[in-house]
């Protein structure tokens, strides 16, 4: 499929602007009638213009790519992370120049951290590269997961109850409970309701 060059009203528009008398175009330019009165009202003439075969390869090459990405975009899939990807933050915020930043709580919206599993969903909030430290919330609903922990991390509990188990030996905690767990370890976090954690790994 070859996407062919379209000259319209805007082109001839620009042109006249620029104060140019005449237009390039090549033998598969396709040229509007209206294109073609106002070129001749304002003195424009089009001239055609032959490809090198590099450039004419380059321009194959080109209008290649325009196809592949109209085929893509065809992908429901596709364009729904594209949407996804282009949407704002996952939360709004307020930010003072001195680095203060206030992020509405009630505004974040949750991702599930495991594909396809919508019972594990979080949000990361503030993360340094460099410090390798990160912060967010975690909400976790009628589940349970084992994981081998690889960095520190202390757990707020905001809402709800949470089960940890390790060792073989379960622990309860509960609403203004903090949970600190040691990097390089196997647990289990499990709820049998729902409950909103706020994280932050070292």
């Given amino acids: 499929m070859t996407i062919k060059k379209l000259i319209s009203i805007a082109d001839i528009e620009k042109l006249s602007a620029e104060k140019k008398n005449e237009c390039p175009v090549t033998p598969d330019t396709i040229i509007t ?26 321009h194959t090459a080109s209008d290649k790519i325009v196809s592949d990405i109209f085929q893509l975009l065809k992908n429901k899939d596709v364009l729904q992370a594209l949407i996804t990807s282009l949407k704002d933050e996952p939360y709004t915020s307020e930010r003072d120049g001195s680095g203060v930043e206030i992020i509405s709580g009630k505004s974040v919206r949750m991702d599930s951290f495991i594909e396809g599993n919508k019972r594990i969903c979080g949000q990361i909030l503030f993360k340094n590269e460099i410090k390798n430290t990160e912060a967010g919330l975690l909400m976790l609903e009628e589940t349970d997961f084992s994981i081998r922990t690889k960095s520190q991390e202390l757990n707020l509990i905001l809402e709800g109850d949470l089960s940890v188990k390790i060792n073989g030996k379960s622990y309860k905690a509960q609403a203004g409970d903090l949970v600190s767990i040691p990097a390089g370890i196997q647990l289990e976090r499990s709820t049998p309701r729902k409950v909103k954690i706020f994280y932050v790994r070292s």
């Fill in 33 to 58: 009638p209206a294109a073609v009165d106002l070129a001749e009202e304002r003195g424009i003439q089009f001239v055609k213009h032959n490809f090198s075969a590099n450039e004419s390869n380059a």
